[in-house]
C-alpha cells in the first residue's frame, strides 16, 4: 500500500473560552488538518498546532513539505519517520519542523490502523481502556476559578489544571484554594505555571503551595532549565510535571538523566508524533516514572494505552469543534474511540467555517 496524496488545511478551530496563560490568551486554536489518502482508498487523518495564529501559514506550508518527501512510498510509519528525520538532519527536527513532523507521524499510524480496521491501541498490541482525565483550563483568579470548577464537578473530570502566575504568590494561593474548596477531596486539583518564573521565585512559590493538596506543580521555569527543575523538583514534596517541550525523545532522555522531575508528560506532537511516543514511554517504564498526556486527545488515550506507566489524560479538546464524535466523560475517565485509527472523523461543514 503506498501513499497517495496527503491534503493539508489551515483552520481556527473554535474552543468553548479562551486559554489565557501567562504568556498570553488563545482564544481559536491554529491547527493543520491532515488528510492522508493511499491507493488502496484508505483515508487517515490527524492535525498538528500551533499557538499563534501569526505562525500557522508556516506551519501548513512545513507539513505540505515533509508530506511531499513520502507521497508515493509505502505506508510504513517507522519506516517513513526514519527517512524523515534522516532528510532533516542537516536542519534538525525541532521547532516547526519537529511540528510538523509528529503530526505527520499521527497522521501516518492513524491511517495504517485503518488499513488494520483497527483503533490505534489495538493496532500497536494493547487493549482499549479508561484513563482518568482532567479538564485543562486557562488562568483563573480567585472569584472566577469558582464557575471553571464548578463546571469541572459537574462534567465528571476527574482533576481539573488550572494556570498559576499571578503577579503575587498571594492570587496564586488564593485560586488554589478557591478551586480545591469547590472541588472537594474527591477531585485532583494540578496547577501549570507555564515556564513563567525564574528559578529564584519558583522555590519560594512551589515550596509556598506544599500543603495545598496539589497532584503537581507543572512547568514553573524554562522548558530546557533541566538543572534548575531539579533543584526544584528536589525541594518541594508535591510533585513536579514537566514534558510537554519536549523536542523528540533524546530530550526526555536528557530529563531524566538530570533527574530533573517526578511526573513526565510528553506533548504527543512534539515528541515526535507516534514513533517518539512509544519510545519516550520505554523511558518512563525503565524510570519508573508515570507518564501522562499533553492535548491531542484522540491520539494520546490510544496512547496511554500502550504506555505502561500510563497516569493521567489532559483533555484540552483544541480539535473537538470539528470533530463528528463527541468526547464522553464517565466516571471521570475516558476511553478511545472504538473505531479504526484514532477516532477523528471531521465535520466537513465545520471545518469549512474555520478555515483559512
Known sequence: ?????????????????????????????????IDVTTDDGVEGRAYAQVYLPELLPALDR?????????TGMPLAPRDLHTF????????????LTGVALGGLDMALWDT??????????????????PFKAYNSVGLYDAKSVIEIAEETRSAGFAGLKIK???????????????????????????????????????LIRCKALDGEGLAWIEEPVLADDLEGCARIADAITTPLQIGENFHGPSEMRAA???????????????IHGVTGWLEAAALARTAGLPMSSHTFLEASVHLLCATPTAHWLEVMDAAGGLRQAPLTVRNGTVTPWDTPGIGIEWDTAAVQRCRI
Not at 485503518?114 to 481502556?129: H, I, Q, T, V, Y
Request: net charge positive.
Open 164 to 202: 498559576a502566575g499571578f503577579p503575587t504568590l498571594a492570587e496564586d494561593i488564593a485560586a488554589v484554594r478557591a478551586a480545591r474548596k469547590v472541588l472537594g477531596d474527591g477531585i485532583a486539583l494540578m496547577i501549570d505555571y507555564n515556564q513563567s518564573l525564574d528559578v529564584a521565585e519558583a
Open 112 to 129: 495504517w490502523a485503518r488499513a488494520r480496521k483497527e483503533p490505534l491501541a489495538r493496532a500497536l498490541g494493547a487493549e482499549l481502556r
Open 256 to 270: 531524566i538523566a538530570a533527574r530533573a522531575m517526578d511526573l513526565v508528560m510528553p506533548d504527543a506532537q512534539f
Open 84 to 95: 524523515l528525520l534522516r532528510r532533516c538532519r542537516l536542519f534538525g527536527a525541532k521547532g
Open 1 to 33: 500500500m503506498k501513499i497517495t496524496s496527503i491534503r493539508t488545511t489551515p483552520v481556527l478551530a473554535p474552543m468553548p473560552r479562551p486559554v489565557r496563560t501567562a504568556s498570553g490568551t488563545i482564544d481559536r486554536f491554529p491547527l493543520v488538518l
Open 62 to 70: 512545513t507539513v505540505a513539505g515533509l508530506a511531499g518527501m513520502i
